[in-house]
């Protein structure tokens, strides 16, 4: 049995973080959700978290998630996909995920609302913006995402729910600028959209992870998904006993 007590630290720790900037920029701690992302941990962790009633957990791989869905504490948890996902994945995915944060293109989103439908449920859609325009990450462009929203909108089974990005990589203040311009645009964009399409619901930012998630929630972010400051490194923590 590995020991995940530590992890009621981590969650305390984030979730003061998590208050400092809601406070810093007069928004209201029900307005942000923090989203455990698993994918370094095994499904023994599923209790720890339930214990501290952190609810939302994410995954970035189908292989992974995998063996936390048959645990038996999974039903008490929304799942959150966050991963780059390919066609043939799909059909695993719709009926067990509820929040998918990473459609990145119009083709997984028909896929996504064919099998959600074939399975009588209603998935939470996200789509994914490389704001940043990085070669190496996934998303649409910033001036491709309001045309695809308009012809993905009245499809059945999806519900468009908002954005998400994943920001440069940080290690210095000339970076948190960027970072937070990044988190600026999806922000906007966001707002624009959801006046647009008059989409009441289209009203979630799923932007920020541990190193930058303060930066997230000051620029609006209403979902965090943070992995390492959360649930930590299982190597060094399975190394100490
Ligand atoms: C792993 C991952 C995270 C969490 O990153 P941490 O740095 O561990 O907090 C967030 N979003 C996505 C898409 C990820 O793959």
Known sequence: MLDYAYIKDNVISVQSGVKAAVERSNRLLDDVRIVAVTKSVGPEVLPALLEVNVVDVAENRWQIARDKLAHPSSTAFRWHFI??????????????????????????????????????????????????????????????????????????????????????????DEDAKRVRGVFRVLRQLQTDLKQRLSLETFDQLSMGMSSDYPLAIEEGATMVRIGRDLVGERMSKEGES
């Open 83 to 172: 991963g780059s996902l390919q066609l043939n994945k799909v059909k695993y995915i719709a009926p067990r995920f509820d929040w998918v944060h990473s459609a990145d293109r119009e083709e997984l989103c028909v896929a996504l609302s064919h099998e959600a439908t074939r399975v009588g449920r209603t998935l939470q859609v996200l789509l994914q913006v490389n704001v940043a325009e990085e070669p190496q990450k996934h998303g649409f462009q910033v001036d491709h995402v309001a045309s695809a929203a308009n012809r993905l909108m009245g499809l059945p089974g999806i519900a468009l729910r908002g954005l998400m990005t994943m920001a440069p990589a940080m290690t210095s």
